[in-house]
């Protein structure tokens, strides 16, 4: 089974930016994605982003459209989720996650690998 681990969360003032990396190992399966979700203290987790391997289709959860973008590194299996314009709300434990591509939004994909996430604390 593949492995995901995240780096890149800390502290910062709302407004400004922050960069998660997650790097992969290469799962059994060509057909994956990579993606983000998060969750609050007493909150459910929530989509945040995601990217189709092969194809780099995009999708984003509605909090975070405009302001987060997702990428990836083909070769070195590693996506990225750039967080702009970062406000107190986003603050979180942020989740990397690789699954199959899936034909239902708003992942569009099935998460079977999960990170133990890296903390993303905005401050006002």
């Known amino acids: 089974q593949a492995q995901v681990i995240e780096s890149g969360g800390g502290l910062v003032q709302a407004g400004n930016s922050l960069r998660l990396a997650c790097s992969a190992s290469?799962?059994?399966?060509?057909?994956?994605?990579m993606g983000w979700f998060r969750q609050a203290p007493g909150q459910e987790r929530e989509f945040v982003a995601s990217?189709?391997?092969?194809?780099?289709?995009?999708y984003y959860g509605d909090s975070v459209k405009g302001r987060f973008t997702i990428s990836r590194d083909y070769a070195r299996y590693t996506a990225y989720l750039q967080m702009n314009d970062l406000k107190p709300e986003d603050t979180a434990l942020y989740y990397c996650?690789?699954?199959?591509?899936?034909?239902?939004?708003?992942?569009?994909?099935?998460?079977?690998?999960w990170g133990q996430g890296t903390q993303v604390t905005v401050s006002s």
């Open positions: 290469q799962p059994s399966y060509s057909n994956f994605a």
């Open positions: 990217i189709s391997w092969t194809a780099a289709a995009t």
């Open positions: 996650t690789l699954g199959r591509v899936t034909a239902r939004g708003p992942s569009y994909m099935g998460p079977d690998t």
